[in-house]
């Protein structure tokens, strides 16, 4: 996973309860990404960082917030889940001196109920 | 903006079979490739990319990819699957430039049987 962590690992809501994914690097990169990945649709990007207090959107930000709050740090917030936030979110951290490389966390489970 | 299709969403074949997942982008500038695999549960691993140089690719576990202009293609072949290969698999693409965002294909599934 390329020093790349995500928490929690697994997390059941209940609709409307309100939660946050951290993801944490140990490479000193620039860009971080939100991905979601659902069956029969790929990664899909949510929110990415090119730079400490940057954030924009991707491909799928509703219902999401972000926030960059250091170099190391991304976070991804839920303000009020909803069952189609069901899914596996992965963090991604992009490094520039291996041609545009990215490398993924582990990944984490959300369940809404 | 980029896209990439992958043919196939199941791919099955027999072990020391070949195996070939294929890809094709779109891209308006030179692009990045990539290739991933993902075992059941897990994350996402890089198995190969392309950048610049070299069309004909090799990455781990045996795997090689041909970036193909011309066709737009980005062929993912290994000469004999095992049954570890089991696993979905995932094409990407990045265009060139800062925070160059991957656009994923919807993956692969490939079956290794006996």
């Known amino acids: 996973n390329a020093g790349v962590t995500q928490t929690p690992k697994f997390q059941v809501l209940k609709t409307g309860q309100s939660m946050t994914l951290q993801c944490a690097q140990d490479?000193?990169?620039?860009?971080m990404y939100w991905y979601r990945q659902d069956p029969g649709m790929g990664l899909r990007l949510i929110y990415y960082?090119?730079?400490?207090?940057?954030?924009d959107k991707g491909e799928v930000p509703n219902g999401y917030n972000v926030s960059r709050l250091n170099k190391r740090e991304f976070s991804l917030r839920l303000e009020s889940a909803a069952p189609s936030q069901t899914s596996v979110y992965f963090c991604?951290?992009?490094?520039?001196?291996?041609?545009?490389?990215?490398?993924f966390g582990e990944g984490s489970w959300l369940t809404v109920v | 903006a980029q896209s990439v299709t992958q043919l196939g969403s199941h791919v099955s074949v027999s072990e020391g079979a070949l195996v070939l997942l294929r890809c094709n982008y779109s891209?308006?500038?030179?692009?990045?490739l990539f290739w991933y695999v993902q075992y059941p549960n897990q994350g996402l691993q890089l198995l190969l990319k392309?950048?610049?140089?070299?069309?004909l690719v090799k990455g781990i576990n045996g795997f090689e990819a041909e970036f193909k202009k011309s066709e737009t293609s980005f062929h993912l072949t290994k000469p004999s699957a095992h049954m570890s290969d089991a696993a979905e698999y995932f094409c990407?693409?990045?265009?060139?430039?800062?925070?160059?965002?991957?656009?994923f294909g919807t993956g692969t599934r490939l079956q290794v049987t006996l």
């Open positions: 392309y950048t610049t140089g070299a069309t």
């Open positions: 960082s090119a730079s400490e207090g940057t954030t």
């Open positions: 490479m000193n990169h620039n860009s």
């Open positions: 991604a951290i992009q490094d520039w001196s291996s041609g545009n490389t990215i490398y």
């Open positions: 990407a693409v990045s265009i060139t430039g800062t925070a160059s965002k991957l656009t």
């Open positions: 891209s308006s500038v030179p692009p990045y």
